[in-house]
């Protein structure tokens, strides 16, 4: 690994983009990600890589579609109302099998809403973004070496599973600044792309790409055996981080840069003798369901922070099996949760205890 480097997160994503292999991107300006297009139009075609700026996001995410047919590593990126443009041709991607990877630096809405951070996409990102039944493999990162690592892992679990990938950043991950380092790659094992219209040069016979099934017993077919693949991601896929875990009576639960502030309000909690930690998801689908389960019978209360009105809560409560309480700490609308209000929940719910 290199030595570390200051860079912005929305920078650190498109630099990590190009150094997994990201060579084709397509996209349309919007904040607050537009440093990623801004620093890959600069960079990728001095690597030999092809930036567009399409027209809109619907001709963006339809060019990325092309791309992944294709079998070459493909990304586009944008914010909350751009990602809803594209969520059509995301589902068409995910219908056809293929692989792309898709940035969402996360505003507040709906509509236009502002521009300021926001965490309320998570349902647009878990609950299938597009029609039909499917998922998205949703990673949230919560640090700018993160964002790094997890752009890798983003573009080898989408040639592995041969489905989209969403990154789910924020407009607080994307706008900082960290020291970060370079990964040389994930070290995961790649399957060949000889699904992939590349030309048969008369060698083979011809792929097709389509996501049309007329034959209402061979959609269903399709729709089932993309399902044994999903189950497959949600064994051996999960990941999350626990914090201050090995004792804890009271458990928060959040993820992406809610976890950071979350963090602090713990640590002061603790001084305060309350037992309290953190299960961070890192995968956001597969949602790190049998870490909750496994921090259930000892857990007496949940609390989940989200810059949201409560998404990932209904997630807590499921993976829970409702079996405890779950208390929601929240700010929307593009403000931002302090530690003295997620530490104020602690003590609510806690009442002080020690």
Not at 197 to 223: D, F, M, W
């Amino acid at each position: 690994m290199a030595d570390k480097v200051l860079m912005k997160g929305n920078e650190a994503l498109a630099e990590a983009a190009m150094r997994a292999g990201c060579r084709h991107f397509f996209g349309y300006p919007i904040t607050p990600q537009t440093e990623i297009s801004a620093y890959l139009s600069k960079h990728m075609p001095k690597r030999g890589g092809t930036f567009l700026q399409a027209e809109s996001e619907v001709a963006a995410i339809n060019m990325v579609l092309g791309a992944a047919a294709a079998g070459v590593r493909v990304m586009t990126s944008s914010s909350s109302p751009g990602i809803s443009l594209k969520s059509e041709g995301i589902s068409y991607i995910a219908g056809c099998d293929l692989p792309a990877v898709i940035v969402n630096v996360q505003r507040g809405g709906p509509g236009l809403g502002g521009i300021q951070p926001s965490q309320a996409d998570y349902f647009q990102a878990t609950r299938g973004l597009g029609h039909g039944d499917f998922h998205l493999i949703v990673l949230a990162p919560s640090t700018v070496q993160e964002v790094i690592d997890l752009t890798f892992e983003a573009f080898d679990m989408a040639d592995i599973y041969r489905m989209p990938v969403i990154m789910l950043s924020d407009g607080i991950l994307g706008q900082m600044m960290e020291p970060a380092s370079f990964p040389e790659g994930t070290g995961r094992e790649l399957p060949a792309k000889d699904w992939a219209v590349t030309g048969t040069q008369g060698k083979r016979k011809k792929n097709i790409v389509n996501s049309l099934y007329l034959q209402p017993e061979e959609l269903e077919a399709k729709v089932m055996e993309r399902y044994e693949r999903y189950a497959e991601i949600q064994k051996n896929e999960q990941k999350c981080e626990l914090f201050m875990m090995d004792d804890a009576e009271y458990v928060v639960v959040a993820y992406g840069a809610s976890a950071r502030v979350a963090k602090n309000a713990i640590v002061a909690a603790r001084a305060e003798g309350i037992k309290v930690g953190m299960i961070r998801p890192i995968t956001l689908w597969p949602f790190p369901v049998d870490a909750i389960r496994a921090a259930t019978p000892n857990t007496k209360a949940f609390l989940t922070v989200e810059l949201s009105m409560g998404q990932m809560i209904e997630d807590v409560r499921l993976a829970c099996e409702c079996k405890k309480p779950v208390h929601l700490c929240n700010r929307t609308g593009g403000m931002i949760v302090k530690p003295q209000e997620v530490l104020a929940k602690i003590q609510e719910i806690s009442g002080g205890a020690k």
